[in-house]
């Protein structure tokens, strides 16, 4: 998988640091989460302010649009933190 990333990076492979999906903004979401946009990383700062924060990267798939197989693709770039 990385080796096809690099590919189509043009051979440069980016780490991205994981991210607290409760003090993150969305574009920070945005940027560190695979198969998340704006507008995804916008529900999910919507869900957790309306909410209080998510206790782990479980909740994530009460948010529209965010199921299963896009919270275990990221798991290991979701930090839980506590809400600030």
Known sequence: MLAVLCLLSGGVAVAV????IN????P???KALV???ESK???IVEYRDE???YAS?????NVKGIGVRLVDANRDKILVGQPQ
């Not at 990267?57 to 798939?61: G, I, P, T, Y």
């Open 57 to 61: 990267a479980d909740e994530l798939v």
């Open 35 to 37: 198969g998340i946009g």
């Open 51 to 53: 909410h209080g924060g």
């Open 23 to 26: 003090n993150a903004d969305a």
């Open 28 to 30: 920070a979401l945005a």
């Open 17 to 20: 640091e994981p991210v607290d």
């Open 41 to 43: 990383a916008a529900l």
